[in-house]
């Protein structure tokens, strides 16, 4: 295995001393860049191109050819477990995933079993595996799955919701149902993402989108609990090295304490939660990932320096943190907006990590 040249976003995420923030992006391989819409193109679909090894890893690894990104992530769907559980994925033009069997009834939960990542998701496994070898030991590469809570509100809506209204409804009316779906799923998700860590994966990110639309009971009983019991079945030692976990929940701001509780690394933040009272809160439990508004990047590039500023400023000084936007790129974003948000993490954060300045370093 390749030693890492730029180890800045596991050192990060671990809270040890870095030189400067280390800097990615929510979907930094996606439709914002001509050469991912040429490759997108050229599969035919979006489902083809995630099911491909070699495809998967030229989107992966674009983006690094223009910036100065610390870390690749995994060029994959969220919904790759409940496709491998039968559940028929697609995509339809506008609408977004769908499926054609949704889960609805004890009978549907119950014909739902873990798959097998090296032969059910093989093109998942088999991508990072290419991936971590074409990446030559330039910089860390993420691993993720979505969040049993997410996986579970599409899968019972059967696609996109604004309202959750089946869902939720199954949760309050059938709540042990939804416990033993979760229960599966969890399992799901951990075997999942330990297989992407057995293929490369430097760490690993479980993405809880819809788990922030829950009430303050409901999240904590319904989506951190199963977050939770993820973290327990992952395998964070690898080849003797630790592999860093992230969560991150949209919406999650009210929850960062029980967050911090969960035996992860590391906290993904979106924009509406303020950094500095995040930090401040959780204290030195994790380090903390984000946090952008992703329509900063249609500024101009004056102004994204700003805020990149303004975000290192709140956050202060010593290690702990990854810049990030506070959730995923839009298409239409430019991307010269993109390599100014990057330069000016470069430029502006390496006065926080003086070797004098105190470290959120644990043990």
């Known amino acids: ?41 050229r599969a035919g679909s979006f489902m083809q191109l995630c099911t491909n090894p070699e495809l998967a890893c030229e989107v992966t690894l674009q983006p690094l050819a223009r910036y100065g990104f610390d870390a690749a992530i995994l060029f994959s769907d969220i919904l790759t477990i409940p496709d491998a559980m039968g559940l028929g994925l697609s995509f339809a033009d506008g609408e977004g995933p769908q499926f054609a069997k949704p889960v609805r009834t004890a009978a549907d939960v119950a014909r739902l079993s873990v798959p097998d990542p090296e032969t059910d998701l093989r093109y998942v496994t088999d991508a990072v595996r290419l991936i971590k070898r074409e990446l030559h030991g330039r910089v860390p590469l993420i691993g993720f799955s979505g969040s049993p809570w997410t996986l579970a509100t599409y899968m019972v809506e059967g696609k996109s919701s604004k309202s959750f209204a089946k869902v939720k409804a199954m949760m309050f ?70 592999i860093p976990t992230v969560w991150f929940t949209k919406g999650g701001g009210l929850w960062l304490e029980a967050m911090a509780d969960a035996g ?100």
């Open 173 to 242: 009316e059938q709540p042990q149902l939804m416990h033993t779906m979760l229960d599966t799923l969890a399992q799901a998700v951990a075997t999942y993402l330990n297989a992407q860590i057995a293929a490369g994966a430097d760490a690993v990110m479980v993405f809880d989108t819809w788990g922030g639309m829950l009430s303050h009971d409901d999240y904590l009983e319904f989506s951190l609990r199963y977050g939770q019991k993820v973290r327990e079945l992952l395998h964070t030692r690898h080849e003797g090295r630790h």
């Open 1 to 41: 295995m390749d030693t890492l040249q730029n180890d800045l976003f596991l050192r990060a995420l671990l809270r040890q001393p870095v030189e400067r923030t280390p800097v990615w992006m929510m979907r930094q391989a996606g439709r914002y860049l001509a050469e991912y819409r040429e490759v997108r193109a």
């Open 264 to 363: 992860y690394d590391a906290l993904g933040l979106d924009w509406q939660t303020d950094i500095a009272a995040a930090r401040a809160r959780v204290g030195d439990r994790v380090a903390l990932q984000g946090n952008m508004d992703p329509i900063t990047l249609y500024a101009p590039p004056a102004v994204i320096r700003q805020r990149v500023d303004n975000i290192l400023r709140s956050f202060g000084h010593g290690s702990g943190h990854v810049f990030n936007l506070g959730h995923g790129i839009l298409p239409d974003i430019d991307p010269a907006h993109v390599g100014a948000m990057v330069d000016a993490v470069h430029e502006l954060s390496p006065q926080y990590h003086r070797p004098n300045d105190h470290d959120g370093k644990s043990g």
